[in-house]
């Protein structure tokens, strides 16, 4: 089933134990394969997470969120630190994010460039 239009998403986010929003010009509910394909302009937000892409699947049985894009754009906030980072794709699961192909992450005075960024996110406590 195909909805054209922008789309919101507002769920709980368990992986990263908070809500989220996804925002998109065209979602794809996959009800057979249990996934969401966003597509066209995405826009992923949560508290401390928040990047830009070009497409995105989230297949909901794992909670994994592949994304794609030229590039995909990253923001995130640890320790009261912005982080930014870019890549053509990113996943998000199991508390880490990973950025593969042509990746780059910013902190402060320090950039990082690889093909392949891992990043393990603080446990949300509460």
Known sequence: MLYKALFFLLT???????????????????TEENKLIYS??????SENISFQAEKLVIMQESEEFLAEG???ELSYVEGGETIFGISKKL?????????YGDAELTRSDT???SE???INLENDKD
């Open 12 to 30: 709980p986010f368990f992986v990263f134990s908070q809500e989220y929003e996804i925002k998109s010009d065209l979602v794809e509910i996959d």
């Open 40 to 45: 066209g302009k995405v826009n992923f937000t």
């Open 70 to 72: 030229n590039p995909v």
């Open 91 to 99: 996943k998000m699961i199991s508390g880490t994010i990973e950025l």
């Open 111 to 113: 950039k990082i460039i």
């Open 116 to 118: 392949t960024i891992k």
